[in-house]
């Protein structure tokens, strides 16, 4: 049934999407929703900076048709109706600042407490990290319960981390929106293994959606995703990173926390990226939100590496460390058939 479901939502979110991009696309253009060169960006002409409503729309009217289907065929939704109500609250709240921020250029500061507040609610209401298993040797893991504030602390600043890391690496045709590809793929294989239901039937969603946006953002790119995109993309691969952590989803083996580890793997690519940024400005006594051409993407550039071997390089980069920590992961647990 699963496979059937997968099947379905990916192909039709990737369908909507492709449909959608031009219009969102013409609607960017009529109303001058355009990304301007500047010194920092790599496109010589202005281009349409709200692709990320494309997928947006494309993934909610997947999900509703999902919701629907639900109804005819043996699965529910509503099995998992906390974990599905957490997600579509953060990616909605990060899609919307991140929307606004396309229209209004809003401040990096107000964007920050923002997301702050909403992760905080997020952690209140229960999606959190309260356990942390640490690994020592022979198989063997010191369980470390997180202190309830230490948790809020941690929650917040894991969510709110990948979400701009991934907004912080969208800087090349294509590039975020690899990498978010490939890591959420690598997180659909784990999910298969520990029968999540939540991930089974959300990540193909986005999947889809991802691929149709990309036909149109490949370099030289038609469309952007803007920040709406980026926190869309980087808030649901915070939120894939951090289900397997949280206390509350009963279809999970509480062993698999020991998984904090395997996301740091899956996502080193935009967290290195975006913890080497941050220490550069500071250590030069900027702001961490002081615009340079420290990122990855920029250093690679410097040194006369084209702008599609550049994403092609980092992409590569992203599949090994993804190939690397499911490798690890398929080791400690077989791979186990696909759910039913």
Known sequence: MYKFINLFSFILSFYITLKLIPLINSFGLKNNILDRPNSRKQHKEPVVRIGGLAMYIGFIITLIFLYILSYFFDFNLNNNIFHFNCFLFITISFFLIGLFDDFLDLSPLFRLIYQICTCSFVWFIGLRIENIYIPIFNNNFLNYEVPLLLSLCITVFWIVGITNSINWIDGLDGLASGVVLISLFTFFLISINIKNEVSLLLIPIALGTILGFLKYNTYPSKILMGD?????????????????????????????????????????????????????????????????????????????????????????????????????????????????
């Open 228 to 340: 709406g995109g980026s926190h869309f993309l980087g808030s649901t691969l915070a939120f894939f990173s951090l289900l397997p952590l949280t206390s509350n989803n009963a279809s999970l083996d509480t062993n698999f926390s020991i998984n904090f580890f395997y996301p740091i793997f899956i996502l080193a690519v935009p967290l290195f990226d975006m913890v080497y940024v941050i220490f550069s400005r500071i250590i030069e006594k900027h702001s961490p939100f002081y615009p340079d051409r420290k990122h990855i993407h920029h250093r690679l550039l410097n040194v006369g590496i084209s702008h599609k071997n550049t994403v092609l390089i980092i992409y590569s980069i992203q599949f090994l460390f993804c190939f690397f920590s499911f490798t690890i992961f398929r080791n400690n647990y077989p791979i186990t058939n696909f759910v039913n």
